[in-house]
């Protein structure tokens, strides 16, 4: 039985800077890559990393909405195994500037040049429908509050 609140994940979630999201290709295979949410982790439910739209994640979350994050926390300093979490949920493709201005973060400029006016900019949000975690001690669900 979980004993974990939302809260308390969404307090170890945000200290974790990359995870991996995982797609359907059209055949049903699993694509996994790494991504980073930038430090943009007041985690509520909903996950957000930018993207180029000429991507095969985002063919791929075009034609299976369904996705998954992977988030593993370090280990404590006592030897304590870090947490790992596993987010079941819907992808969707946001291409609204006034969303990139409110998720951009200082050092995007690497991957994306232009900041928000990026040529082919998008931002992926992910929103949780389901999510498990193991933290070493204890293993469970944690219900997604309603927005």
């Not at 979980?2 to 991996?20: G, N, P, Q, V």
Request: proline share 4%; with cysteine.
């Amino acid at each position: 039985m979980s004993t974990m609140s939302f809260e308390d994940l969404a307090s170890k979630i945000k200290k974790i800077d990359f995870c991996m999201l995982s797609t359907h290709d059209s055949v049903g295979n699993i694509s996994s890559r790494p991504m980073s949410n930038n430090g943009d982790v007041e985690y509520d439910g909903d996950s957000w990393f930018f993207s180029y739209e000429d991507t095969r994640k985002i063919n791929e979350i075009k034609g299976n909405d369904g996705v998954s994050l992977t988030f593993t926390g370090p280990p404590s300093l006592l030897g304590k195994p870090g947490i790992f979490t596993a987010i079941q949920g819907k992808a969707s493709i946001v291409r609204e500037e006034t969303a990139f201005e409110e998720h951009w973060v200082i050092g995007l400029e690497r991957w994306f040049p232009e900041g928000v006016d990026t040529s082919g900019l998008v931002l992926i949000k992910v929103t949780a429908s389901s999510i498990y975690y193991w933290d070493g001690e204890e293993n469970g669900e944690v219900n997604v509050p309603d927005k």
